[in-house]
T-cell receptor, first 111, second 111 residues
């Protein structure tokens, strides 16, 4: 069974640009969650999607948004990038009320 | 909004000895707790979990203890092996798949 796939693995953007990250969940998993990892802050919860609906949301500004498609694939978008958005963005999928399965992440660098 | 805290950023132990990683939480609505292990350049992988109705769960060398009155969680690894060297994240879940993570503890097991 294929794991969670995130693309691209690395991205370099400049301040003010926008970026879209992609996540393909494990087959059969309908829940997809996104996390931001920065040194010292651990994994900060961004949002969770289930059946194309945002079900939970963390404390991030509106510049961070996402969506989920009918095949459970998900995208995350960050607009008007800031230097502080540089981080590892992790996507995870799961069955309902089961442990999360993470992808290897997208490393975003904002210059 | 750090609802899950890992106050020790790092821990170093000798091979064969016990490793004890600690985690505290503030939200009494959490109903399920998990530990994840993360190697560099990879996403976190699920290690062990415990429901809030239990106080101990064991899986091989790994045991998780939950003290609900103290809102404290710990992971014991016995005996520790060099391959256990990684960053360990404590996580707590409430509200479907809304999962909150601590900042992580870097464990180093010395041969």
């Amino acid at each position: 069974k294929a794991g969670v796939t995130q693309t691209p693995r690395y991205l370099i953007k400049t301040r003010g640009q926008q970026v879209t990250l992609s996540c393909s969940p494990i087959s059969g998993h309908r829940s997809v969650s996104w996390y931001q990892q920065t040194p010292g802050q651990g994994l900060q919860f961004l949002f969770e999607y289930f059946s194309e609906t945002q079900r939970n949301k963390g404390n991030f500004p509106g510049r961070f948004s996402g969506r989920q498609f009918s095949n459970s694939r998900s995208e995350m978008n960050v607009s008007t990038l800031e230097l502080g958005d540089s981080a590892l963005y992790l996507c995870a999928s799961s069955l309902e009320q089961s442990p999360l399965h993470f992808g290897n992440g997208t490393r975003l660098t904002v210059t | 909004d750090q609802q899950v805290k890992q106050n020790s950023p790092s821990l170093s132990v000798q091979e064969g000895r016990i490793s004890i990683l600690n985690c505290d939480y503030t939200n009494s609505m959490f109903d399920y707790f998990l530990w994840y292990k993360k190697y560099p350049a990879e996403g976190p992988t699920f290690l062990i979990s415990i429901s809030s109705i239990k106080d101990k769960n064991e899986d091989g060398r790994f045991t998780v203890f939950l003290n609900k009155s103290a809102k404290h969680l710990s992971l014991h690894i016995v005996p520790s092996q060099p391959g256990d060297s990684a960053v360990y994240f404590c996580a707590a879940r409430y509200n479907n798949n809304d999962m909150r993570f601590g900042a992580g503890t870097r464990l180093t097991v010395k041969p």
